[in-house]
C-alpha cells in the first residue's frame, strides 16, 4: 500500500522558514515524481511545485519560485519542501502527493493526509 505522510506544519511569522516532509512508502517505483500542492480555505487546490526523483528536475509555481525549494533524499524517500521567506498569504494546507512523472502529478493517485502551514503577518 502506498502511503505519503507529510510533516513539518506549523505556526510562523511572515518572513520566517519551514521545511515540510514527505515521507513515501509502500511502492515500487524506481523514478517517481513527487509533487506539493495547497489549498487555503475557500480557495481551489494550487500547485506549488514537483521534483522528479531520478534526476532531481523541479519546477515551480511563479508564486513560490526563488523562496521555496523542493530536495529529495532517496535513500531515505523522503521528500522535502523548504520555504523560505514565506507570507501570510502561503497559509494553507499542504499536501504531497506520488505518480510517475511530474507532468500528471495533479491527477495522482496517492495523496498525503496534509500538514497545515500558517503564517502570521
Known amino acids: 500500500e502506498v502511503k505519503l505522510v507529510e510533516s513539518g506544519g506549523g505556526l510562523v511569522q511572515a518572513g520566517g522558514s519551514l521545511r515540510l516532509s514527505c515521507a513515501a512508502s509502500?511502492?515500487?517505483?524506481?523514478?517517481?515524481?513527487i509533487g506539493w500542492f495547497r489549498q487555503a480555505p475557500g480557495k481551489d487546490r494550487e500547485g506549488v511545485g514537483c521534483?522528479?526523483?531520478?534526476?532531481?528536475?523541479?519546477r515551480y509555481a511563479d508564486s513560490v519560485r526563488g523562496r521555496f525549494t523542493i530536495s529529495s533524499n532517496d535513500a531515505k524517500n523522503t521528500v522535502y519542501l523548504q520555504m523560505n521567506t514565506l507570507k501570510p498569504e502561503d497559509t494553507a494546507v499542504y499536501y504531497c502527493a506520488l505518480d510517475s512523472f511530474c507532468d500528471v502529478i495533479h491527477a495522482a493517485d496517492y495523496w498525503g493526509q496534509g500538514t497545515q502551514v500558517t503564517v502570521s503577518s
Open positions: 509502500g511502492f515500487g517505483f524506481i523514478n517517481y515524481a
Open positions: 521534483i522528479q526523483v531520478e534526476d532531481d528536475n523541479t
